[in-house]
């Protein structure tokens, strides 16, 4: 029988967290609850506030005569982030589910985001329907937005929960078995500038055996494929596609962050790594390009998303940057570099074509990657040629055999 985890404050919305209880135990699936609230709960729990607490050494008296709400959340927030994964690894439960406002998520998606992918997540939360990076991060929590707040039970809420209720045990009920004859797994970072080669080097790696899963570099692909490195899934790391350095430096809306690149280096896991994209910094709609960039070279790549060219000395802070994370390496890596352009736009006669750019990000890579740390390999291609592609795939192959 499975059993789910639902983690709430038992004082301040005990009864709706008794009826989610009630209407999991009469679909066969048992419940383990957590108490994350202040206050005493109105059903006994199975890990107690003061456990939660206990988890990060703050005593519960400390939490009640403070007053303070900020601090009762964090501290929660912090006890179920170190409290779940522990009781995940000892077979405590299979899935997690929670409701709550901004609080209780907060409290609630701390715990989930450091559980394994692939493990269940509901969160019912008025928080859903806006901007839940801070909520979901990396991981793959299912965000429910609540509709009403969750307080009281009624037919509107109820529906709401229902469907949450039933969502969390379709996902125990019919979870997928584990294939004992799994392929490794290799990430690999694409933009739509740089399908072709994806595609190429997809089609040729799962001709060897590999099983490819494509990030699509815009901010949030890149933090996904960090995290799926970080948690020991992905053998090898293609990533052609490092596009996001150009928002992260000059300033763009898709940037994923300034440990990008660090995981597979500090990791050990192989590793190709190439310049797809970093001709481009991203914004959206054409209006909303920053006033200081109005007289760059633009390009309309769609309705939503307007490209902005860089420039000489951006591409020296790139290729600087990447550099210092390559040389963070404790594996196998090399830095390939395609001499006739790095996306579909940096081609000749394209709008983004830009030899002396280019040559200074090359130039740049070149002379700051240490040589103990990673090879460079120059090829006379475009990015997106054949040729190069198959070569990126390959080399990531022979690296792979070698580790």
Known sequence: MKTVAIIGTFDTKGEEFAYVQKRFQELGIETFTIH???????????????????????????????????FATETMARGIEKLLPNLYANGRFDGVFSMGGSG??????????????GVPKVMVSTMASGDVAPYVGTSDIAMFPSIVDVEGINSFSTT???????AMAGMLEFARPQEEDAKPLVAATMFGVTTPAIQKAQAYLANK???????????????????LVNGGFIKGVLDLTTTEWCDEIVGGVLAAGPERCEAAALNGVPTVISVGALDMVNFGPWETVPEQFAQRNLYRHNPTVTLMRTTTEENKQIGETIASKINLST?????????????????????????????ALFETLKSNISPDKATIIELDAHI????????????????????
């Open 36 to 70: 994350c609230g202040v206050f005493d709960p109105l059903t006994m729990p199975d890990v107690s506030n003061a456990e939660v607490a206990a988890a990060v050494d703050i005593d519960m008296s400390v939490i009640v005569e403070k007053k303070d709400r900020a």
């Open 104 to 117: 209780g998520t907060s409290i609630a998606t701390s715990g989930m985001r450091k559980l394994p992918i």
């Open 160 to 166: 709401i929960f229902n469907n949450a209720i039933h």
């Open 209 to 227: 055996g590999y099983e490819v899963l494509v990030f699509h570099a815009t901010g949030t692909g890149g933090k996904c494929m960090e995290a």
């Open 331 to 359: 594996g196998p890596c090399v830095c390939m570099l395609p001499l006739k352009g790095v996306s579909m736009i940096d081609a000749e006669g394209q709008p983004f074509w830009g030899p002396e750019e280019d040559t």
């Open 384 to 403: 997106n040629d054949d040729e190069f592609a198959i070569a990126a795939a390959q080399k990531l192959i022979d690296l792979m055999e070698e580790n």
